[in-house]
């Protein structure tokens, strides 16, 4: 999906080392895979519209007017757009078609927004950027380039779907994981790393390779389930977390701090607690999963359904020592 010229401007020389990875990745997603292939008539699909203005300051990202369009683009559009549920970061708002996401991923970012470091003229890696929402706002700042890295075959397609119209031309997307990435040491300014570090088996080997290709004097910004309490320890569910298979490690502040240290990261701030409620993910008519409500006891709202403390989230930054 996204080309040489591209990937030459925005990542230099270690284009040339991505560029057979994601052609073998591109191979797979257009060959044998099924769903690669049906997301790629999708974005063929997608009516050739101009948008008359855009806006990524709004809470919900914005993509041109509903005087755009006629009622027929209208009608290719929202049936493109349907085929690529579920929407789980936004909002967004497509030539007036609403799109209503799992998570209002607005409160997030404006939990963080004022805290993080500039990133006018930096280089980022946004980690599980999903459908590139965080993308779009920190686009707004003009960076230098920003690199999102999503494996999950729906929200690489929302991307280039979005990306469409937006053609934020400092932007690209690569459909890897982290492990697939060439080692960029001390490459980037900013690493955005959300709602990723639970997920993994090893989370300090996670922290470790975020350090290696973050300058020195580079900020993390972590976004993480933890546990709440003063003692220095994590959580490690037995089978699920909130329905989830694969929530290996929650800790506490303390524990998270203890884990940074040791992976070489300074000035350690924690800048937000959060509960996650109802407000902010919630099923919608563009989510055909489960969401939070199903996720936690019935009785007890402030445990999840297997008895865990239920969801509660922490944003922290951290400097590349």
Same mark, same amino acid.
């Given at each position: 999906?996204?080309?040489?010229?591209?990937?030459?401007?925005?990542?230099?020389?270690?284009?040339?080392?991505?560029?057979?990875?994601?052609?073998?990745?591109?191979?797979?997603?257009?060959?044998?895979?099924?769903?690669?292939?049906?997301? !790629?008539?999708?974005?063929?699909?997608?009516?050739?519209?101009? #948008?008359?203005?855009?806006?990524?300051?709004?809470?919900?990202?914005?993509?041109?007017?509903?005087?755009?369009?006629?009622?027929?683009?209208?009608?290719?559009?929202?049936?493109?757009?349907?085929?690529?549920?579920?929407?789980?970061?936004?909002?967004?708002?497509?030539?007036?078609?609403?799109?209503?996401?799992?998570?209002?991923?607005?409160?997030?970012?404006?939990?963080?927004?004022? +805290?993080?470091? #500039?990133?006018?003229?930096? !280089?980022?890696?946004?980690?599980?950027?999903?459908?590139?929402?965080?993308?779009?706002?920190?686009?707004?700042?003009? =960076?230098?380039?920003?690199?999102?890295?999503?494996?999950?075959?729906?929200?690489?397609?929302?991307? +280039?779907?979005?990306?469409?119209?937006?053609?934020?031309?400092?932007?690209?997307?690569? =459909?890897?994981?982290?492990?697939?990435?060439?080692?960029?040491?001390?490459?980037?300014?900013?690493?955005?790393?959300?709602?990723?570090?639970? +997920?993994?088996?090893?989370?300090?080997?996670?922290?470790?390779?975020?350090?290696?290709?973050?300058?020195?004097?580079?900020?993390?910004?972590?976004?993480?389930?933890?546990?709440?309490?003063?003692?220095?320890?994590?959580?490690? =569910?037995?089978?699920?977390?909130?329905?989830?298979?694969?929530?290996?490690?929650? #800790?506490?502040?303390?524990?998270?701090?203890?884990?940074?240290?040791?992976?070489?990261? +300074?000035?350690?701030?924690?800048?937000?607690?959060?509960?996650?409620?109802?407000?902010?993910?919630?099923?919608?008519?563009?989510?055909?999963?489960?969401?939070?409500?199903?996720?936690?006891?019935?009785?007890? #709202?402030?445990?999840?359904?297997?008895?865990?403390?239920?969801?509660? !989230?922490?944003?922290?930054?951290?400097?590349?020592?």
């Amino acid at each position: 999906m996204e080309n040489n010229i591209l990937l030459n401007r925005l990542l230099g020389d270690y284009a040339e080392m991505i560029q057979p990875i994601l052609e073998k990745k591109q191979a797979e997603i257009f060959g044998g895979n099924i769903k690669g292939r049906k997301y !790629r008539k999708t974005l063929e699909a997608l009516p050739e519209i101009k #948008p008359s203005s855009i806006d990524v300051l709004s809470d919900r990202v914005r993509i041109g007017r509903k005087e755009d369009i006629t009622p027929e683009e209208k009608n290719n559009l929202l049936h493109c757009l349907r085929q690529l549920n579920p929407w789980r970061k936004g909002p967004f708002q497509l030539f007036g078609i609403d799109i209503d996401t799992e998570w209002r991923s607005d409160m997030k970012w404006n939990r963080l927004k004022d +805290h993080i470091a #500039p990133l006018a003229h930096k !280089r980022i890696l946004d980690i599980g950027s999903s459908n590139g929402y965080y993308m779009f706002k920190m686009a707004s700042q003009q =960076p230098e380039c920003v690199i999102g890295i999503e494996p999950y075959l729906t929200f690489y397609f929302q991307y +280039h779907a979005l990306q469409t119209y937006l053609q934020f031309d400092r932007l690209c997307c690569l =459909p890897l994981k982290i492990e697939e990435m060439p080692v960029m040491k001390e490459w980037f300014d900013t690493v955005f790393c959300m709602g990723i570090l639970y +997920h993994r088996r090893s989370p300090l080997d996670m922290l470790l390779r975020i350090r290696s290709c973050l300058k020195t004097g580079g900020e993390l910004v972590l976004e993480t389930l933890i546990l709440e309490g003063d003692a220095d320890l994590a959580l490690v =569910p037995e089978n699920r977390y909130a329905k989830m298979n694969n929530v290996y490690f929650i #800790p506490t502040v303390p524990c998270l701090r203890t884990w940074l240290v040791r992976t070489g990261f +300074h000035h350690i701030r924690c800048i937000d607690i959060t509960r996650t409620t109802s407000e902010e993910q919630h099923r919608t008519e563009w989510v055909d999963t489960e969401s939070l409500e199903d996720f936690l006891d019935d009785r007890d #709202p402030n445990k999840t359904v297997e008895g865990y403390p239920s969801p509660v !989230r922490a944003i922290i930054l951290a400097d590349a020592k």
